[in-house]
């Protein structure tokens, strides 16, 4: 039989018990050893599940205490100097120190996993000097093999993607960089090696964008010298998320195994393959169930692609692989019980993208023999789901045909609005205001649960909402802020909540995946047009109005942003799904307006991780993107204020489309990027309301007036002080109560600090 292997397995858990774990640990609820012990279950059962369901390539070091990137730099000894560290295997205080903060220090900043919803630690390399603290490959393979005899296929960050997803070094320095990390990359791979270790999984995906013809140099450096060093170690060199770039330089390399992405890359992966073949001495690991989607596989279709692979290669040298991690998809379809069984049998999670791994590497090479009744159930539960009726709206897809081709504009261009909203809304310089939400305590959750329980009717759960709401409008009138927020009590999550208002979407019970750290999320699942079926938020939000003489924000989800965090079908454009979004959107939007609701917020935080990868597709995305935004705010009076939010600094290489989205006034995260942002805006001008984030929000520390006025003087050398807002990084709800209101209090300050400072030069 041919090889299966998934390149990693998710780590929360069936119930998010890793989840569980971590954040007691945090609490202090669990000692270190029973913490340990926990986790080292969480792990072996994960090992044992592929185990038994026959998968032959059992990847281990993809386990990880909070992040891999994390895992990487730590294992190097690379811990910024503001933490206490003193050598030798990490601690737990240090480790976890990096990841959320201290007392003392802020934490490390977080950012994207490529195009996903996972985040990464970003290593910061500056003032380090990379050890081997320990081996941490090895450990999980021994534990692999010990506890479970599973043969182990060690995962690690390769070196170039290790790189370039750090900071603190400039691009001269790269070499220097990679001469201190290569040593300890080969002490791993030997001991590996001696160990009698068959297979190591080194991940490349930086070779999916476009690196440098210096790097593919650099490539060749690194794994020549690996080849070297360990002769007899099966280098796995593993690419996922896109096609593979410099493919003939990358077949070249002195590796035994080539993995590539055949679903997420597949016309760029097949066309190199057909035009230029594939090594008649490697290994190919064909990524062909998708490792992001949610979806069954057309098995039959996935064996015509594999049947072509195996033009190429023998039996004996092709792995029949996920396209990239299950980290990305939830544990099991099993738990589910409230889905349409139509819906249910057309879903594949991680548990079940292996048994469709193991079922095609049994079947390739043997279509037509004992496998086939296997595969027509899958067939034919693909094809039901595919053809439902419960997927139509005619009145949508018309709708949606019409007003893509309109002039999305607001009637009056920025400079004119701006003086109308000024009039109207009559703010102080540095408007002060939030992102949205507020600390969702023990409390809000608790209410929640009795009311989705039944034990709570919904006018008691109404009345609940609007308490706190009460509790949150006075508070923000006490702490001084200028435009208010209703605190989104009644949201779980800023996705599954619209998504349960409008048609086309469904829900799992847990369908939980891993964001960041102990974060996870439930994307809803959008398997049929979208519909707008009733006020939304109307509801929430005047009544907030009607508590307080301030402006409050109506605060939305925006169409890009509910798309990128949702599993979507498969059988339209994304572009199309995001119109029917923007369309609905903007029945909301307007819903609002008519209500009195005159500023009104449509977070687009998800719009960077949609953005493709590859230079070349990038502008197609954000054109239709901008349209989407466009489509969904355009139709409001000149003085009502659009807002937008977005999360994450990366921002310079797409200023020009934030721009064309044409919000009044943009929140942008900023402070654990330290002015990152604000170097780019020295380059690119921005003449619209922006709002730079000044402190972050992921940790639990209170910023001081002194740190957040440095902040805003530093924005304000390049920004224009007349459009400049005072907001923290992104909502408060993941916050404490106390800490949130002296968060905000401190940034009051500052900002008065700021106004009486400005107050003769604006
Ligand atoms: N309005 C949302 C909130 O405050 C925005 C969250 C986000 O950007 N991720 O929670
Ligand atoms: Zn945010």
């Known amino acids: ?19 569980k774990a971590l954040e007691a640990f945090w609490s202090g609820k669990l000692e270190e050893p029973e913490f340990n012990s926990r986790l080292q279950k969480i792990r072996l059962n994960h090992l044992r599940k592929q185990q038994e369901k026959g998968i032959t390539l059992i990847p281990v070091n993809d386990f990880s205490y909070y992040d891999h990137v994390l895992d990487t730099a730590t294992m190097f000894g690379i811990i910024p100097k503001r ?99 290569l040593p300890l990359y080969v002490r791993i791979l030997q001991e590996l090696s001696s160990e009698g270790v068959e297979w190591v999984q080194i991940d490349e995906p930086i070779l999916v964008t476009n690196v440098s013809a210096a790097d593919v140099q650099r490539l060749k450096t690194i794994y020549e010298t690996f080849a070297a060093a360990a002769p007899n170690l099966n280098i796995m060199l593993q690419t996922y998320f896109e096609s593979a770039q410099h493919y003939s330089d990358i077949i070249s390399l002195p590796v035994k195994g080539i993995g590539l992405d055949f679903v997420h890359g597949f016309s760029g992966n097949m066309s190199s393959i057909r035009e230029l073949g594939f090594p008649k001495d490697k290994v190919l690991g064909a990524g062909i169930i998708d490792g992001r989607g949610i979806w069954k596989a057309p098995l039959r279709e996935k064996l015509t692609i594999l049947e072509e692979l195996a033009a190429f290669v023998e039996p004996e040298r092709l792995v029949v692989q996920s396209s990239c991690s299950l980290l990305h998809v939830p544990v099991s379809v099993e738990q589910e019980t409230k889905l349409s069984y139509e819906l249910k049998d057309a879903l594949a999670f991680a548990d079940e993208k292996l048994d469709e791994l193991v079922l095609l590497a049994k079947s390739v090479f043997r279509e037509g023999e004992e496998y086939t009744g296997e595969l027509e159930e899958n067939n034919r539960a693909y094809q039901a789901f595919k053809r439902s009726d419960k997927r139509k709206r005619s009145d949508v897809q018309y709708a949606v045909a019409v007003i893509r081709n309109q002039q999305l504009e607001r009637s009056r261009p920025f400079s004119e609005r701006r003086i109308v909203q000024q009039q109207n809304w009559q703010l102080p310089i540095f408007p002060t205001t939030t992102i949205g939400s507020f600390p969702q305590s023990a409390e809000v959750r608790k209410a929640r649960q009795l009311w989705r329980k039944g034990e709570w009717s919904n006018e008691q759960y109404a009345g609940f909402i609007r308490e706190q709401t009460d509790i949150w409008i006075k508070l923000q009138e006490d702490i001084g802020l200028d435009v208010l ?85 498969e059988d339209i454009p994304r572009e199309q799904i995001a119109y029917q979004l923007a369309y609905a959107l903007r029945q909301e939007v307007e819903a609002l307006e008519q209500a009195g609701i005159g500023m009104i917020q449509v977070d687009e935080p998800a719009v960077r991780e949609g953005l493709p990868l590859k230079e070349d597709d990038q502008a197609e995305y954000l054109a239709w993107a901008v349209k989407a935004f466009r489509m969904a705010t355009c139709t409001v009076k000149d003085t009502t204020q659009i807002h937008t939010h977005m999360c994450y600094c990366e921002f310079h290489d797409m200023i020009d489309s934030i721009e064309a989205m044409d919000a009044d006034v943009i929140s942008i995260e900023t402070s654990r990027s330290h002015g990152e942002l604000i170097h780019s805006f020295e380059a690119n001008t921005y003449n619209k309301g922006i709002g730079l984030g000044v402190y972050d929000i992921h940790s639990p520390r209170i910023p001081g007036v002194e740190e957040m006025t440095v902040m805003i003087e530093r924005a304000l050398r390049v920004l224009d002080p007349k459009l400049f807002w005072i907001n923290p990084d992104c909502g408060l709800k993941t916050r404490g109560f106390e800490e949130t209101i002296l968060s905000l209090k401190n940034m009051v300050k500052a900002t008065l600090i700021t106004r009486e400072k400005h107050s003769s030069t604006v």
Not at 1 to 19: F, H, N, Q
Not at 489 to 495: G, I, Y
Request: with cysteine; aromatic share 12%.
């Open 1 to 19: 039989m041919v090889k299966s292997s998934a390149l990693g397995y998710p780590r929360i858990g069936t119930d998010r018990e890793w989840k």
């Open 83 to 181: 933490f206490a560290y003193e050598g030798g295997v990490v601690p737990l205080s240090v480790y976890y120190g990096i990841a959320r903060g201290t007392k003392d220090a802020g934490a490390s900043e977080m950012t994207k996993w490529f195009n996903t919803n996972y985040h990464y630690i970003v290593p910061e390399l500056n003032g380090t000097t990379p050890v081997l603290t320990e081996n941490k490959p090895l450990k999980a393979y021994r534990e692999a093999k010990e506890k479970l005899g599973i043969e182990g296929k060690p995962v690690i960050v390769g070196p170039l993607t290790f790189l370039k997803l750090s900071k603190g070094y400039s691009l001269s320095e790269t070499d220097a960089w990679l001469d201190r990390l």
């Open 485 to 569: 927020v209703h605190g989104e009590f009644e949201r779980t999550d800023m996705v599954e909540f619209f998504g349960e208002k409008l048609a086309g979407f469904a829900f799992t019970q847990n369908g939980w995946v891993q964001s960041y750290g102990s974060r996870c999320v439930k994307p809803p699942i959008i398997f049929g047009d979208v519909a707008f079926t009733g006020e939304m938020t109307v509801e929430e939000t005047t009544y907030a109005q009607s508590r307080t003489t301030r402006p409050v924000k109506g605060m939305l989800t925006g169409p890009i942003t509910i798309m990128n965090w949702s599993f979507v079908r």
